[in-house]
Antibody
């Protein structure tokens, strides 16, 4: 059974950094395209980043480009999201998700992790 | 960026009713559209991909249709467990975007 479990969320001060992890089981990250998506009450679901099948390419949405970095560790089968220069607008539940199918340019998600809450506040 | 607009934002229906939710893309996306169901405090769950393909394990009362810019999600006979928020998502290109959600309540 495929399972994704996020961790690393918490309360962090504005301007600080936080690293999220997504432990995968039942799937191998080296054969999966993986994404991060976040959800806030105000902005709904927002796609953030994707890492390619070979791990050599990453794409980001504009709001996090230059601040967030998606990466993976094949040895531990773990996906990560390094988040720097955090602001209150980054407060959200963060989900990792596997790309289950694609248009050839982008994909849809299944499964999703359970999410981890990040709160940016002083 | 492609904007996804869902309607209605919320609706209330009775068990057994036929329910339709609409999603409109700001530009043509062929059939590169997915639908998700989200229950409170849970992650989204995939229902439909490719606009009309039912994800494995999803009840057959759910169906999707549309192409280009206009899409619908239909629940043919509403069940109590269908109370949730439903989201559409395009995957035509990056950035991927979602609709704002439709909250479905059971009367």
């Amino acid at each position: 059974q495929v399972q994704l479990v996020e961790s690393g969320g918490g309360v962090v001060q504005p301007g600080r950094s936080l690293r999220l992890s997504c432990a995968a089981s039942g799937l191998t990250l080296s054969t999966s395209i993986m994404h991060w998506v976040r959800q806030t009450p105000g902005k709904g679901l927002e796609w953030l980043a994707v890492i390619s099948l070979d791990g050599n390419s990453q794409t980001y949405t504009d709001s996090v480009k230059g601040r967030f970095t998606i990466s993976r560790d094949i040895s531990t089968n773990t996906l990560s999201l390094q988040m720097n220069s955090l602001t209150a607008e980054d407060t959200a539940v963060y989900y990792c998700a596997r790309e289950s199918g694609s248009s050839g340019r982008a994909g849809w998600f299944d499964p999703w992790g359970q999410g981890t809450l990040v709160t940016v506040s002083s | 960026d492609i904007q996804m607009t869902q309607s209605p934002s919320s609706l209330s229906a009775s068990v057994g009713d036929r329910v339709t939710i609409t999603c409109r893309a700001s530009q043509g996306i062929s059939n590169w559209l997915a639908w998700y169901q989200q229950k409170p405090e849970k992650a989204p769950k995939s229902l439909i991909y490719g606009a009309s393909n039912l994800q494995s394990g999803v009840p057959s009362r759910f169906s999707g249709s549309g192409s280009g810019t206009d899409f619908t999600l239909t629940i043919s006979s509403l069940q109590p467990e269908d109370a949730a928020t439903y989201y559409c998502q395009h995957y035509n290109s990056y950035p991927i975007t979602f609709g704002q959600g439709t909250r479905l309540e059971i009367k």
